[in-house]
């Protein structure tokens, strides 16, 4: 990344959104996190710690193409 403001957000076919750069996160109990560097979220739904990935997908089969629509 070429500016330190700017955020990265990459998808992955069968894992999680991972997100680089620094920013806040609104979490659903209404609190916020900081995140800086890398952050990974969940998108096959199965992990225990949401929003973040826990790599509970490693032991699922996702689609990712299936999961957008
Ligand atoms: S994408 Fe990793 S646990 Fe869901």
Known sequence: MENANQILVKTTKNGPYVIKGNFTLDLP???TKEC???T????CG???NKPFCDESHKKSVI???NTWF
């Open 40 to 43: 990974f979220l969940c998108q």
């Open 46 to 48: 199965n992990s225990q």
């Open 63 to 65: 689609d990712a193409a």
């Open 29 to 31: 109990t209404g609190e």
């Open 36 to 38: 800086n560097g890398s």
